[in-house]
Structure formats: C-alpha cells, structure tokens
C-alpha cells in the first residue's frame, strides 16, 4: 500500500511543482507547500478546497474533479482521484496540461482496486 | 488477610460449591476494591454458574480491561458468548485465551472445547511466539511476531500490550509508551501499560507524576501485583512501590471458607494453634488453586516469581524492590491476620517499613467504597487532561497529536478534548491544528478551514 509520503514524493519530482499536498478521503493532508503556511498550508488549502468541494455538491451540481486557479504568481491545481487528493502549486511557468496528466497517472496507478 | 489471599478464599469456596460464600467474600472485597480484577472474576464466573449473562460479561469486560492478557477471563467470555449463540465472537476470545498461554489446564479445555480442536491440532500463530517468548525473556524475538500480530489483528489489545512489553524488556521507552497509549485507549483500565508509563514517565526525570500514576493503579491493584512483577525485573528504578493494603473478613466468612479453622482467636488467646490452624488453610487453598498463576505467584515472594525470566535480578535489585519483596512474604502468612484484631478498615504493613509516599498510596488504595468506586482511568484523553492541568505543554501537545493520529472512532470526545485545549494560550496554536486536522479526518472541511485559519492567525500573532 502507497504512503501518502511516497505519493507526495513522486508529485514533487513533476516538472515545475514547487509544493504538493496530498491525502486520502479521511486522512490528515501531508506534505509541504514550498514553505507557504509552513505546517498549516497543506491543511488549510487542502481544507479550504474540500469547502468548495461541500458547497458544490450541496448546490447539487455533481463532485469536482478537478479545481484550477492562478494569483499573480502562482498555479495551482487540485485533483481528485479515486480515494486520493492531492493539490500542486508551481510557478506562472508550471505547464498544467503536463501535470495534470502526470498527476492524474500518479494518483490512479496508487489508487486501490474496488476504493 | 490480603485481598489476594480474599480472592483465593473466594475461588476456593466456588470450586467446592459454596456459591454463597463465594459471593459474600466477593461482595466483601469489592466493598473495599471495587475493580479488583480477581475479585471481578469470581463474581463473573457466579454469575456465569446463575446464567445471569449480562452481569458475568460486565464483570469480564471490566476484568479484562484491567488485565487484558487474563487467559481465565477471556475463556468465560467465550463460553457466555457460546451460551449467547455468537459463535464468532466466542471463538475469538476462545481463541484468544489459547494465544494467551493459560497455566491452567481446565482454562485451556474450555477454550478448546469452544474452537473444536485437538490442542495438537492448534497452528501456532505469531501472538503465541510472541508471548512464548516474552515469557522466555526474549524480548527481541518477542517484539518481532508481536509485530506480525499487530498487523494480523490489530483490534487486539492483548497482544498490543505484549508488544509493549518486549519494547519495555528491550529499554525502547518511548515506543513503548506509544504501544501503551493504544493499549490504554482499549482497555482504560489496563494496569501492566499503567505501570510501564509510570515506570517511562519517572525515567524522563517526571518521578513524581510517575508515581501518582502508579499509585492510582492501587485502587484496582490493592497488592500491586503487576507492578512489583514488571518492576522487580528492573536492577533499578526511582519509583516506590506503596505498601500492601489488607483486608479483614469477617470471622464467620473465613471460618467457612474451610472446615478445618478454629474460631479467630480472641485477644490474649495463645496464637500458636491459629498459626497451625491458618497453615492447614492455606495449604488446602494450594491445592485447589495451585495451577493459578496468580495464586502461584501471590503465594512467594516477588523474587520467586514464576514466568518471570529475571528472577536472579530480582533478587539482585536495589534495595526498594528487595525490601518490598521481604515484606511481601512476610505479609502472605495468614495467622498475622488472625492475630491482629478485627478491623474493617484496611492495614497498611508496618510504619518503619513503608515510605512516606507509600503510606499516603496505601490510604489511599484502602480508601472506602465511595473512594474506591471511583476507579482509575488510565486512557490516553485523562492523560492529556491530566498533562494541561500541570501545565506541560510539550508533552500535551505529543499526546494530544497521538491521539489525532490514532483516529479514535469516538468522534466528539476528541472534539471536546481538543475544544478544551484551545483554551490554553499555550496550546492554541498547535491545538488549533490538530483540530483541523481531526476535522479533515472526519469527513468537516469547513470546520476543519476555520480551525487552520485560527491556527494561522496564532501563528501570525506569535511571530508579531
């Protein structure tokens, strides 16, 4: 069984994410946002998406899959995957097509059968 | 008379039939002990004889939350959850009873007879190595299966506490200590883990709440049994065991509890007889209980116990331990009992033989019912109560986390414990945090939002 140690490890190591958090459904996020909220960022972002995530589906307009947003200098890209989250920040430079696959692969190759 | 010796009376009167005498000394000693695990015991296997379920599944859970590797107590369960018809859980605990290596042989055939098998037909599974060899005193081997085991059922508290025991054996005091606090969220009353924390907490340099904690253990211990087993395997340690407590049964009990004794003495009367008179007793309580493990090692001195692979330590150990020991031996003889006048208050062994700490501990122990009833509660949410009240903010935090970690299926309490936390200026910051993160585990992002936002902002105010 995957760690969410190990996962977070492999997103670090995709081209441009500077900080990744990641969690399964019932799990504490872990991970290291590039030093942005030091040890509360990967919670309160993670936290802070999972609202959105409520609210939308309160609106009954489904389950998102995937949240992107960009500030003045950086990406970020959440993603969800079977029973895994994860959110990447990077750099105006991150190629987000490119992560999100990457991410997407990385995320369903630890994802286990029948979650 | 001991509450060992008590209970040996008790067991005694049950196996020859005398329920009622079994039940009167029973209600005496849990009158003065209310969790006294043998006592519990008896009282559990009365009820089973009466087909009162219920009653005898409470007294199980209690006996086997204060000693959960008890092999008799969980053999019971398995035979009132066999009456009940849960075929699963009764083989569990029957199953259970034989991982746990009974000394007593009709024990084992009854949990044999519940998992219907041969016992040379039995696979010998990771738990049983694992107490074979914390019984062998080899404690690497020991953690090693122990490890397999937890893995293999991890809702096992028995075998969660033997891991903790061979980490304790091997001197990894603070793996140990995490073992003790799963072991202490199962079962609150677990008296073995209780000893090892106090034992880890005194060699930390916290002696004092060391000892707090292993005084509290008397309250369900009055004898201290465990502690001076776990404790006597130590060359040396900074705790003092509390001297043992004793309880009078009244003339009339201990009279029928064997034919062969002669009415209590009278003051001025020659105690020679009652020497004599009291040793027939105790060697027709040998008899019946001699397989008994506990009986066997409540009946020698702690240096003789039997299972312990450190005998020779013991007798080698530092004066405290020796000295208890001494006294212990001393203590076992039933004609001081008969000597001493009739008290309903519980004795304290002799002044100049207990230390100031131990005679408050032994009051205490030897409180009343309304004391007693009271009880001790070892888990890991009274221990980090406990660690806020004397302010230590480091230690509440780690076991605060721990708590967060372990994802305790009682959703709310964690919610109180962590609410009462934020409270303190000291803990806010962090609390704040492992409330988000207990939020995030239960499925609350808002909340779990809020709480990190509160925990940034104290972050941000400290840095200011």
Request: glycine residues 8%; aromatic residues 2%.
């Given at each position: 069984?995957?760690?969410a140690?190990?996962?977070?490890a492999?997103i670090q190591?995709?081209p441009?994410?500077?900080?990744?958090?990641v969690?399964?459904i019932?799990?504490?996020p872990?991970?290291?946002?590039?030093?942005h909220?030091?040890s509360?960022?990967?919670?309160?972002?993670s936290?802070?998406?999972?609202?959105?995530?409520?609210?939308?589906?309160?609106?009954?307009?489904?389950?998102i899959a995937e949240?992107w947003?960009?500030t003045?200098d950086?990406?970020c890209?959440?993603?969800?995957?079977?029973?895994?989250q994860?959110v990447v920040i990077?750099?105006?430079?991150l190629?987000?097509d490119?992560?999100?696959?990457?991410?997407?692969?990385?995320?369903?190759?630890n994802d286990?059968?029948?979650? | 008379?001991?509450p060992?010796?008590?209970a040996?009376l008790?067991?005694?009167?049950?196996?020859?039939g005398?329920?009622?005498?079994a039940g009167?000394i029973t209600?005496r000693?849990l009158?003065e002990?209310?969790?006294?695990?043998p006592?519990?015991?008896?009282?559990?296997?009365?009820?089973?004889q009466?087909n009162?379920?219920?009653a005898?599944?409470?007294d199980?859970?209690?006996?086997?939350s204060?000693?959960?590797?008890?092999?008799e107590a969980?053999a019971?369960?398995?035979r009132?959850?066999q009456?009940?018809g849960?075929?699963?859980?009764?083989?569990m605990?029957?199953?259970?009873s034989?991982?746990?290596?009974?000394?007593?042989?009709?024990?084992?055939e009854?949990?044999l007879?519940?998992?219907?098998?041969e016992p040379d037909?039995?696979?010998t599974?990771?738990?049983?190595?694992?107490?074979?060899?914390?019984?062998?005193?080899?404690?690497?081997?020991?953690?090693?299966h122990a490890r397999?085991a937890v893995?293999?059922s991890?809702?096992r508290?028995?075998v969660?506490?033997?891991?903790?025991?061979?980490?304790?054996r091997l001197?990894?005091l603070s793996?140990?200590?995490?073992?003790?606090?799963v072991?202490a969220?199962q079962a609150?009353?677990?008296?073995?883990?209780?000893?090892?924390?106090?034992h880890?907490?005194?060699?930390?340099?916290?002696?004092?709440?060391?000892?707090?904690?292993?005084d509290?253990?008397?309250r369900?211990?009055p004898?201290f049994?465990e502690?001076?087993?776990l404790?006597?395997?130590?060359?040396?340690h900074r705790l003092?065991l509390?001297?043992v407590?004793?309880?009078?049964?009244?003339?009339?009990l201990v009279r029928?509890?064997?034919?062969?004794?002669?009415?209590?003495?009278?003051?001025?009367?020659?105690?020679?007889p009652?020497?004599?008179?009291?040793?027939?007793g105790?060697?027709?309580?040998a008899?019946t209980?001699?397989?008994?493990a506990v009986?066997?090692q409540l009946?020698?001195?702690?240096e003789d116990?039997p299972?312990?692979?450190?005998?020779v330590?013991?007798?080698?150990?530092?004066?405290?331990?020796g000295e208890?020991?001494?006294?212990s031996?001393?203590?076992l003889?039933?004609?001081e009992v008969?000597?001493?006048?009739?008290?309903?208050?519980a004795?304290?062994?002799p002044?100049g033989?207990?230390?100031p700490?131990?005679?408050?501990a032994?009051?205490e122990?030897?409180?009343?019912?309304?004391?007693?009833d009271v009880?001790?509660?070892f888990?890991?949410f009274?221990?980090a109560r406990?660690?806020?009240?004397?302010?230590?903010?480091?230690e509440?935090?780690?076991?605060?986390t721990d708590?967060?970690t372990a994802?305790?299926?009682?959703v709310s309490?964690v919610?109180g414990?962590l609410?009462?936390?934020v409270a303190?200026r000291?803990?806010?910051?962090s609390?704040?945090?492992?409330?988000?993160?207990?939020?995030?585990?239960t499925g609350?992002?808002q909340?779990?939002?809020?709480?990190?936002l509160r925990?940034?902002n104290?972050?941000?105010g400290?840095?200011?």
């Amino acid at each position: 069984m995957t760690s969410a140690a190990d996962l977070h490890a492999g997103i670090q190591r995709l081209p441009g994410v500077t900080g990744a958090a990641v969690w399964k459904i019932g799990e504490i996020p872990t991970g290291d946002l590039g030093g942005h909220g030091g040890s509360i960022g990967p919670g309160l972002l993670s936290a802070s998406i999972g609202t959105m995530e409520q609210a939308v589906e309160t609106m009954g307009l489904g389950q998102i899959a995937e949240i992107w947003f960009v500030t003045q200098d950086t990406q970020c890209l959440a993603l969800r995957s079977g029973q895994w989250q994860a959110v990447v920040i990077g750099g105006l430079d991150l190629d987000v097509d490119n992560v999100r696959d990457g991410l997407t692969s990385l995320l369903a190759a630890n994802d286990e059968p029948g979650a | 008379m001991r509450p060992s010796e008590a209970a040996a009376l008790a067991r005694q009167a049950l196996a020859d039939g005398e329920s009622a005498l079994a039940g009167s000394i029973t209600e005496r000693l849990l009158a003065e002990f209310a969790s006294y695990p043998p006592a519990r015991l008896v009282r559990a296997l009365l009820a089973e004889q009466a087909n009162d379920t219920d009653a005898a599944l409470d007294d199980l859970r209690a006996v086997t939350s204060s000693e959960p590797t008890n092999s008799e107590a969980r053999a019971a369960q398995a035979r009132l959850f066999q009456r009940r018809g849960d075929t699963d859980r009764a083989r569990m605990a029957a199953r259970q009873s034989v991982e746990l290596i009974p000394n007593e042989p009709e024990v084992l055939e009854s949990a044999l007879e519940i998992l219907n098998v041969e016992p040379d037909a039995l696979e010998t599974s990771a738990a049983v190595l694992a107490r074979v060899h914390l019984n062998c005193g080899w404690p690497d081997l020991a953690e090693r299966h122990a490890r397999v085991a937890v893995s293999e059922s991890p809702e096992r508290v028995d075998v969660r506490l033997t891991l903790a025991e061979a980490l304790w054996r091997l001197g990894r005091l603070s793996a140990c200590e995490a073992e003790c606090r799963v072991v202490a969220d199962q079962a609150e009353e677990c008296v073995r883990a209780a000893v090892m924390r106090a034992h880890i907490l005194s060699e930390r340099g916290r002696t004092a709440e060391g000892q707090e904690l292993l005084d509290r253990i008397g309250r369900i211990d009055p004898e201290f049994r465990e502690a001076r087993e776990l404790l006597g395997t130590l060359e040396v340690h900074r705790l003092v065991l509390p001297g043992v407590v004793e309880i009078d049964l009244p003339p009339e009990l201990v009279r029928q509890s064997n034919g062969t004794v002669e009415p209590v003495a009278e003051p001025g009367a020659d105690s020679a007889p009652v020497e004599a008179q009291t040793a027939d007793g105790r060697e027709g309580q040998a008899e019946t209980l001699g397989d008994s493990a506990v009986q066997d090692q409540l009946s020698q001195p702690v240096e003789d116990l039997p299972g312990s692979e450190d005998q020779v330590d013991t007798a080698g150990s530092v004066a405290v331990t020796g000295e208890e020991s001494a006294v212990s031996s001393e203590q076992l003889r039933l004609d001081e009992v008969a000597e001493e006048p009739v008290s309903l208050d519980a004795e304290e062994t002799p002044a100049g033989e207990v230390p100031p700490v131990s005679s408050d501990a032994a009051a205490e122990a030897a409180a009343p019912t309304d004391e007693a009833d009271v009880g001790a509660d070892f888990s890991t949410f009274d221990w980090a109560r406990h660690l806020i009240e004397q302010s230590e903010w480091t230690e509440a935090e780690r076991v605060l986390t721990d708590i967060v970690t372990a994802n305790d299926p009682d959703v709310s309490r964690v919610d109180g414990l962590l609410l009462e936390a934020v409270a303190h200026r000291e803990l806010r910051g962090s609390a704040w945090k492992l409330l988000g993160d207990h939020y995030m585990q239960t499925g609350r992002p808002q909340a779990a939002a809020d709480a990190y936002l509160r925990a940034a902002n104290v972050a941000g105010g400290s840095t200011e």
